[in-house]
């Protein structure tokens, strides 16, 4: 599907090769570990099904939803809309990202499944956005490193539209 307002950044050629490279990579780091993926919702629904398909191991998978307050001063607070079902007590988890951007829902995500008792918890995002950044936090995995710009596609949405598309574009307001 194509639209006039979205300029295409990457192609669905480009991210399959991406996240298949960095299923291996994540497949040799958790060689004989049991890890648990954790996807943040909505955003990482499409990320995540192709890359625990490209991870040759026995993972666990749960998802949360979370959304960061907005409009306030405080740093790394979100509000869980929807939580994990799995025990992670003593297991690797990695929590799985569409987008890196200030860090506030990251780096607080974090903290909590850490409370929870998860043994080590690490980052893939789909894409990081370093320019944004609020909170010192950087990802352990991402595909791919992108200017300050809105994109859309591949779990991304602009007002929840666009979640669809096979590819990442830039919208054109
Ligand atoms: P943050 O890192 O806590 O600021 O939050 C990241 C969230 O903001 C992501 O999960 C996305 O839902 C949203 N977001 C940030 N940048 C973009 C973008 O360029 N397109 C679509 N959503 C974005
Ligand atoms: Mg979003």
Not at 29 to 55: M, P, W
């Amino acid at each position: 599907m194509t639209y006039d307002n979205v300029k295409v950044m990457i192609t669905k050629e480009e991210i399959e090769s991406k996240v298949k490279e960095l299923g291996k990579r994540i497949s040799r780091d958790y060689a004989g570990k049991e890890l648990t993926l954790i996807g943040v919702l909505k955003g990482s629904f499409i990320f995540l099904s192709d890359l625990v398909r490209a991870i040759d191991l026995p993972v666990e998978i749960d998802f949360i939803c979370a959304k960061s307050y907005q409009g306030t001063t405080s740093t790394g607070v979100v509000n869980v809309k929807m939580d994990t079902i799995l025990d992670i007590e003593g297991k690797s988890v990695i929590l799985v990202e569409d987008i890196l951007d200030t860090g506030k829902t990251l780096s607080a995500l974090r903290e909590t499944l850490l409370s929870r008792g998860a043994s080590d918890v690490k980052i893939v995002t789909f894409l990081d956005k370093p320019a944004r950044r609020k909170i010192d936090i950087s990802a352990d995995y991402s595909c791919y490193t992108i200017e300050d710009r809105f994109v859309v596609g591949y779990g991304l949405d602009y007002d929840e539209k666009y979640r669809n598309l096979d590819y990442v574009g830039e919208v054109i307001l």
